[in-house]
């Protein structure tokens, strides 16, 4: 990668954060070639503080450091697209992102968690999930079990219509039921992504 760093009278180039996992872009930081070896060499994403007038390595004082994955230049070589695991919120303030956003997947199955975690803190008059989760985990993990065995049932069969549908039965039991133990899809996602990487 040959990044050219006299575009810019500082010498300084903007580097975007992209969270590797989900695609959410996380903030926008400057960084000079020192700060890019650094960041090589440490696998910690760390900048060039204009503020500061110094290498400052996202985290150094609150400890959510962004682990490298990747850099990539763009096509003119003036600007950087760094891939990064956030280890807590990245801005300052606390959020998630810089830019105040969730730092979630955007695909359709991270917002139907959402939409199942606000059935459980705020349950709705006759919101189905909302009775589930007033029956208890019992009711719960048997419904889980029920729609595992509908979807072993229709998988011996050729209707792929029936067999998706009780595929997204199952999806979504076992969302809710994820959520009756406080966990979500992303943490099943870190499990297996430890076992990957082993």
Same mark, same amino acid.
């Given at each position: 990668?040959?990044? #050219?760093?006299?575009?810019? *009278? #500082? ?11 989900t695609g ?43 682990? @490298?994955?990747?850099? @990539? ?42 939409v199942i ?39 011996? #069969? ?8 009780? *595929? *997204?039965? @199952? ?5 809710i039921l @994820? ?7 992303? #943490? ?11």
């Amino acid at each position: 990668m040959k990044v #050219d760093y006299s575009k810019y *009278a #500082d010498g300084l180039v903007p580097a975007i954060v992209q969270d590797e996992r989900t695609g959410r872009i996380l903030m926008l930081g400057f960084m000079n070639e020192e700060a890019v070896n650094k960041t090589k060499a440490s696998g910690k994403v760390t900048f060039y503080s204009r503020s500061k007038k110094r290498l400052w390595t996202k985290g150094e004082e609150s400890g959510n450091f962004l682990d @490298l994955k990747n850099i @990539l230049a763009d096509c003119d070589n003036d600007t950087l697209l760094i891939k990064a695991i956030p280890r807590g919120p990245v801005c300052h303030t606390g959020a998630d992102t810089c830019f105040s956003e969730k730092n979630q997947s955007i695909d359709f199955v991270y917002l139907l968690e959402e939409v199942i975690e606000g059935r459980r803190q705020n349950p709705a008059e006759g919101s189905y999930v909302s009775g589930l989760f007033k029956k208890g985990i019992n009711a719960i993990a048997q419904k889980v079990g029920e729609e595992a065995v509908e979807l072993v049932i229709e998988a011996k #069969d050729n209707d792929e219509n029936r067999f998706l549908n009780e *595929a *997204a039965d @199952l999806l979504f039991h076992y969302m809710i039921l @994820l959520k009756a133990k406080n966990c979500n899809l992303k #943490d099943v996602v870190t499990v297996l992504e430890k076992r990957h990487s082993a």
